[in-house]
Nanobody, 115 residues
């Protein structure tokens, strides 16, 4: 069975940094686009970063320049390096693996940015 397990969440002060990790198993990892999404209470889940199998990345304007997504195909792991964190970055961060027609999700890890 496919599993995506996030780690690295926690409490951080505004302006600080945090690195999230997502370990994947049960899939041909390098063939998938990997992404990080977040969801704050009462808000819709939103994409914060994605990285395709060819290494191309995508970020929304809200995090561009502050967040960096990377992947280590040998370790079946995707990372999200977050810096200059803001209170609005608070939420549950989910790891996603996508390759048509498949879409897999992790259980999420909480990130709380104090202001």
């Amino acid at each position: 069975q496919v599993q995506l397990v996030e780690s690295g969440g926690g409490l951080v002060q505004a302006g600080g940094s945090l690195r999230l990790s997502c370990a994947a198993s049960g899939m041909f990892f390098r063939m998938f686009t990997m992404g990080w999404y977040r969801q704050a209470p009462g808000k819709q889940r939103e994409l914060v970063a994605s990285i395709a199998s060819d290494g191309s990345t995508n970020y929304p304007d809200s995090v561009n320049g502050r967040f960096t997504i990377s992947r280590d195909n040998a370790k079946n792991t995707v990372y999200l390096q977050m810096s200059s964190l803001k209170s609005e970055d608070t939420g549950v961060y989910y790891c996603n693996a996508h390759r048509l027609p498949l879409d897999y999700w992790g259980q999420g890890t909480q990130v709380t940015v104090s202001s």
